[in-house]
């Protein structure tokens, strides 16, 4: 696979509510973290443009359970619980975008509610390597949405995990046929 400045690597919601012990934990999302690195340092080493996204959501978000939503309380804008892996080697010039951010508006995409797109756009990026948290959910409508705006994908398929394991092999047959090709790297 070639890889160069025409690429993004989108890493999708790599949270510490998201992994073990997280107010609403993906089952082996902590086993997703070593890939990430890898495609990261891969990325790095050809110059393809980082980005990362992070629920930010305030306190008494539309989608916690306390508001009839269908999630508990997660990744809560300045908690710990929203803070990103420690073991992502994120580098330091990574974007991070904030989605979920209004009280009364959900956002699973990394496209909802962000300038993602405008930024891809001026760096005339073509291709989107997406990986990270959740399969079924917020990777998924990400894909869709890259689809529905023109970019190629590359699914991150060692880079991956659900929150339902039905429902995540769903979600990862529809991407590939949105046009995801799945792909994974080798290696420690």
């Not at 999302?29 to 443009?49: F, G, Q, T």
């Amino acid at each position: 696979m070639t890889l160069g400045p025409r690429d993004a690597l989108v890493i999708v919601d790599v949270q510490q509510d998201f992994l073990s012990g997280g107010s609403l934990e993906v089952p082996g999302s902590e086993e997703i973290v070593p890939a990430l690195n890898r495609h990261i340092r891969k990325a790095l080493a050809n110059r393809v443009h980082v980005f990362a996204t992070r629920d930010w959501h305030p306190r008494g978000h539309c989608s916690f359970r306390e508001r009839g939503g269908r999630w508990p309380a997660h990744c809560v804008r300045g908690t710990a619980g929203a803070a990103l892996a420690p073991a992502l080697e994120l580098p330091e010039h990574a974007v991070v975008f904030s989605k979920g951010v209004e009280p009364d508006r959900d956002a699973y995409s990394a496209f909802d509610g962000t300038n993602l797109d405008g930024v891809l756009r001026a760096l005339d990026v073509h291709r989107l390597l997406i990986g990270g948290l959740a399969t079924d959910q917020c990777v998924l409508q990400t894909v869709r949405d890259a689809r529905s705006r023109g970019y190629a994908v590359l699914l991150l398929d060692d880079a991956i995990r659900g929150v339902d394991p039905a429902r995540s092999a769903a979600a990862r047959r529809e991407m590939i046929a949105l046009g995801a090709t799945p792909v994974t790297l080798e290696g420690p």
